[in-house]
């Protein structure tokens, strides 16, 4: 059992940025390929970025490439999502998961382990 602890979440001006963390209670967290995922209100969850368990591959979601940055340092057990010229319509409940490959990561029916989320509130 793997439990995933978001933090960093905040209300942010448009064009500011937020750095979200994720920390796992797991001593096998560098097996697991690291996902951050996003809810609006009244919307289905939807990919945003993925890192492999290694960290040398990720994939972004088109609309936040060149803004958002994902990584992740094994020896604490942490990844990020560094978000940067953050839009009111990135408003939505953040949340981190966990899953066997990046690839299969970007699908959230395939994750394994899922955090609580964090608030991400941007005002226009």
């Known amino acids: 059992q793997v439990q995933l602890v978001e933090s960093g979440g905040g209300l942010v001006q448009a064009g500011g940025s937020l750095r979200l963390s994720c920390t796992a209670s797991?001593?096998?967290?560098?097996?697991?390929?690291m996902g951050w995922f996003r809810q609006a209100p009244g919307k289905e969850r939807e990919f945003v970025a993925v890192i492999s368990n290694g960290g040398s591959i990720t994939y972004y979601t088109d609309s936040v490439k060149g803004r958002f940055t994902i990584s992740r340092d094994n020896a604490k057990n942490t990844v990020y999502l560094q978000m940067n010229s953050l839009k009111p319509e990135e408003t939505a409940v953040y949340y981190c998961a966990a899953g066997t490959t990046a690839d299969r990561l970007r699908n959230k029916e395939l994750a394994d382990y899922w955090g609580q989320g964090t608030q991400v509130t941007v005002s226009s």
């Open positions: 797991s001593r096998t967290f560098s097996r697991y390929a």
